[in-house]
């Protein structure tokens, strides 16, 4: 099964940025669709992020748009997620995931086949 680790997380000022990475096994990451997503305490899992398979269309939630960027190189079977302007109400444990579905974007969590560990991201205040 395709295996996804999560790594960048850790803990940053409010206003402050964060780059995470997924990196994924396998020579054939360039055929899944990526996405972020996040889970903050007593919160259900939410969508962050999502990226087509070559990396030419983008989604974000409202919540993140204009202070998340997500891309992926293919070349190193790495998908990324820039995090600027952190707030305190990014708190969460963030998550990547993969998927196969015949869909440019997918931003429902259940569409995904394939998922990480996730990484801690605290904003302090």
């Known amino acids: 099964q395709v295996q996804l680790v999560e790594s960048g997380g850790g803990l940053v000022q409010a206003g402050g940025s964060l780059r995470l990475s997924c990196a994924a096994s396998g020579r054939t990451f360039s055929s899944y669709g990526m996405g972020w997503f996040r889970q903050a305490p007593e919160k259900e899992r939410e969508f962050v992020a999502a990226i087509s398979r070559n990396g030419g269309g983008t989604r974000y939630a409202y919540s993140v748009k204009g202070r998340f960027t997500i891309s992926r190189d293919n070349t190193k079977n790495t998908l990324y997620l820039q995090m600027n302007s952190l707030k305190p109400e990014d708190t969460a444990v963030y998550y990547c995931?993969?998927?196969?579905?015949?869909?440019?974007?997918?931003?429902?969590?259940?569409?995904?086949?394939?998922w990480g560990q996730g990484t801690q991201v605290t904003v302090s205040s």
């Open positions: 995931a993969g998927h196969s579905k015949a869909y440019n974007i997918v931003d429902r969590g259940g569409m995904y086949d394939y």
